[in-house]
């Protein structure tokens, strides 16, 4: 075969598969925002392709099922965000860092940065957490599973004090502030009456991360009957000595 015949081959190959591309994006963005909107639940396969102007047929090609495409349109925006934290939290790991700050600022920085330019698909993210839809839900979680396995292992290294137990509820909440910060800053903005820059991602994770630093560090609450803390890395699933302890 010839080298023009090659190229023409190419550019028919490229034309051909830019077409189904831009479709799987229109869907992808046209469920983006209805689920902003009003929530993945209560949003028809017939209005997202409606405004995408596609067939439900488009739909089962790209994606196969509804669950599929919500769990695309999440992984398109939180892959890169947490692969940022995972190379971030691998350098601090291969340089040896030992601090604790650290840790949270690779877990935080990334997403306060990200929620500075995505407000809608921040508002979205918000939306999922309270889906009555336990199925929404898990699929929201299941982008995390990693993230959530590598750092509550690094954090609980630098906590040792603490417990398994003690390390995903301390994190629960450091999630929990996290959220807050990044969707609801004009709140203080307007609550300070513009004495806190609010507008400033760095500043926000730095006295996010303070904050939070000082909560994995202080002692487990008097009177705690929980299991004693675990030796070595610690996943999300329960030890054997765990259970045995409990």
Not at 58 to 66: D, I, L, P, Q, T
Not at 160 to 185: E, K, S
Not at 193 to 213: M, P, Q, S, Y
């Amino acid at each position: 075969m010839s080298h023009t015949r090659r190229a023409a081959n190419a550019v028919e190959h490229v034309a051909a598969d830019e077409a189904p591309r831009d479709t799987k994006e229109a869907l992808l963005d046209a469920a983006e925002e209805l689920f902003e909107a009003q929530g993945a639940s209560a949003t028809s396969l017939r209005a997202i392709t409606e405004r995408a102007g596609a067939n439900i047929a488009a739909v089962n090609y790209h994606f196969g099922s509804k669950d599929a495409l919500v769990l695309a349109v999440l992984e398109r925006r939180i892959r890169p965000l947490n692969e940022e934290r995972l190379e971030w939290l691998d350098r601090l790991e291969a340089e040896g860092e030992d601090d604790l700050e650290s840790v949270l600022e690779a877990l935080m920085a990334p997403a306060l940065q990200y929620a500075e330019g995505c407000e809608g698909f921040v508002r979205l993210l918000g939306r999922l957490h309270f889906e009555a839809d336990v199925r929404v839900r898990g699929l929201l979680l299941e982008n995390f599973a990693e993230v959530a396995r590598r750092f509550v292992a690094a954090i609980h290294r630098r906590a040792p004090h603490l417990t398994a137990t003690d390390v995903l509820w301390r994190l629960h909440f450091a999630i929990g502030a996290m959220a807050m910060t990044a969707t609801n800053r004009e709140d203080l903005a307007l609550f300070s009456r513009g004495g806190c820059a609010t507008g400033d991602a760095r500043e926000a994770t730095a006295r996010l991360v303070e904050f939070l630093a000082a909560g994995f560090r202080a002692p487990r609450a008097a009177g705690d009957a929980g299991p004693a803390p675990v030796s070595g890395s610690l996943s999300l699933e329960p030890s054997g000595e765990e259970e045995e302890s409990s």
